[in-house]
């Protein structure tokens, strides 16, 4: 395996002062949520509608999604015919989610979650058909939290489930502009992303089957990333 995703990882140093990143984000996000209720719309992302489309075609039932926000993805799922566990560490965001699906008659298919994922995730073994996350994995976790957290996927999802994510590249305009905490991590504009090189991608593959690597473009900068999808085996 390449040595370019251990390069990113500099040290207990590093370590710390991602952590405390990450709580400072979950200050953030929960102001940012506040202020601006349904900040990203109602209208599903992208990957989203990707995602449903594999875990439909692969005959998924079950699927949790990773940092669900205000809920416009988890949502989407719901509308598809599929059950959601979404998961996010903002309250202030879930309350939005549920209000949401309780106003669209989902709540029977949409259950939330107070989740930190630095945290052992809180679900059984093999007690989900798929797992979806959208730039979740590369918010300000360390590259020892991102892959204590996809082992927890692989915990979670049934033998031959699914799961999606996306993440930002080190080709992205914002990549070490900004603040830089270490470990590939950059703050600008108030929110800390963790950019991810390629060799982390495939690092986070071993022990699965990497079906696709997708790089495609978000927003108005606009965003460089990748769509990750992998099946556990």
Known sequence: MSTDADASTDGDDDGAAGRGTVRSQSEHWERTYGTHPGMYGAEPSAPAVRAAEVFLALGARHVLELGAGHGRDALFFAR?????????????????????????????????????????????????????????????????????????????????????????????????AGTGHGDDIWEHGGFAVHFFPRALVDALADGWTLDEVIDFEEGDLPRRLWRVTQTRR
């Open 80 to 176: 598809s015919g599929l059950t959601v566990t979404a998961a996010d560490f903002s309250p202030v965001a879930l309350d939005q989610l549920g209000a949401r699906a309780d106003a669209e008659d989902l709540a029977d298919r949409v259950a939330t979650a107070v989740v930190d994922v630095r945290e052992p995730l809180p679900f059984a073994d093999a007690s989900v058909d798929a797992v979806f996350a959208h730039m979740l994995l590369c918010m300000a976790l360390s590259t020892d939290e991102i892959h204590a957290l996809v082992a927890e996927v692989h915990r979670v999802l049934r033998r031959g489930g699914t799961f999606v994510y996306t993440v930002r590249h080190t080709d992205d305009a914002h990549y070490g």
